[in-house]
T-cell receptor
C-alpha cells in the first residue's frame, strides 16, 4: 500500500518568513495530493490540493509543487502569520472514479513566532 | 462542500462498556464514508471504509469485531467501539467520500475510556 513520509516534524519560523514542508510517497499510481491544516481538537481542513497532471498550484500565500518522477510534493507558505500556527498533514490517494482512500503523512507542527 | 456532523463530540466511558459514534452527512448522499483514528500528536490512521448497504472494509490490524461499523442509510454511518479499554481512547473522525477526490471531514469525537 501507499506510504507517505513527511518532514520536518516541527518547524519554527518568524512571522513574515516562509515555511516549507516536504512529503514523499511510494505508490506511483497515486494521483491526488491534498494538504490539510489541523488545529488542536479540530477536524483537518483542506488548504490546497494538487493532481498528478499538474506540477504546481498556488492560492494566495500557499503553493504546492509536485515532482512525479521523484515522488515528492511540497507545501510552501509565504509571509507566515501567527494564525498559520497549526499541524499540517500531507496525504496521497489514488482515485479510481469512486471514493478513494487517503494515506496521511506524519504531520508537521508549524509555529510562527512574533 | 458537503457538511458532515458527528455525535457525540466528547464521550467518557468506563472500561468494558461500548460506545457508539454517529457520523451524518447533512446535504450529500453518503455512499462511502471513512473512519479514522488519531492518537495525541499523531497522524490520522484510516480504520475502515464504510459503504452504504454493505459490509465495511477494514484496514490491516483493525479488529472488525471490536470496531463495528453500520452504514444502513445514505445519511448515517455509525462506529461502535465494543468492550472499550483505555488504549482505545483517541480522537475518532469520519469523512465523507463524494466520488471525487476530496473527502469532507466530520468534527471528530474525543473518546476517553477510564
Amino acid at each position: 500500500g501507499e506510504n507517505v513520509e513527511q518532514h520536518p516534524s516541527t518547524l519554527s519560523v518568524q512571522e513574515g518568513d516562509s515555511a516549507v514542508i516536504k512529503c514523499t510517497y511510494s505508490d506511483s499510481a497515486s494521483n491526488y495530493f491534498p494538504w490539510y491544516k489541523q488545529e488542536l481538537g479540530k477536524r483537518p481542513q483542506l488548504i490546497i490540493d494538487i493532481r498528478s497532471n499538474v506540477g504546481e498550484k498556488k492560492d494566495q500565500r500557499i503553493a504546492v509543487t509536485l515532482n512525479k518522477t521523484a515522488k515528492h510534493f511540497s507545501l510552501h507558505i509565504t509571509e507566515t502569520q501567527p494564525e498559520d500556527s497549526a499541524v499540517y498533514f500531507c496525504a496521497a490517494s489514488f482515485h479510481t472514479g469512486t471514493a478513494s482512500k487517503l494515506t496521511f503523512g506524519t504531520g508537521t507542527r508549524l509555529q510562527v513566532t512574533l | 462542500g458537503a457538511v458532515v456532523s458527528q455525535h457525540p463530540s466528547r464521550v467518557i466511558c468506563k472500561s468494558g462498556t461500548s460506545v457508539k459514534i454517529e457520523c451524518r452527512s447533512l446535504d450529500f448522499q453518503a455512499t462511502t464514508m471513512f473512519w479514522y483514528r488519531q492518537f495525541p500528536k499523531q497522524s490520522l490512521m484510516l480504520m475502515a471504509t464504510s459503504n452504504e448497504g454493505s459490509k465495511a472494509t477494514y484496514e490491516q490490524g483493525v479488529e472488525k469485531d471490536k470496531f463495528l461499523i453500520n452504514h444502513a442509510s445514505l445519511t448515517l454511518s455509525t462506529l461502535t467501539v465494543t468492550s472499550a479499554h483505555p488504549e482505545d481512547s483517541s480522537f475518532y473522525i469520519c469523512s465523507l467520500g463524494t466520488g471525487g477526490n476530496e473527502q469532507y471531514f466530520g468534527p471528530g469525537t474525543r473518546l476517553t475510556v477510564t
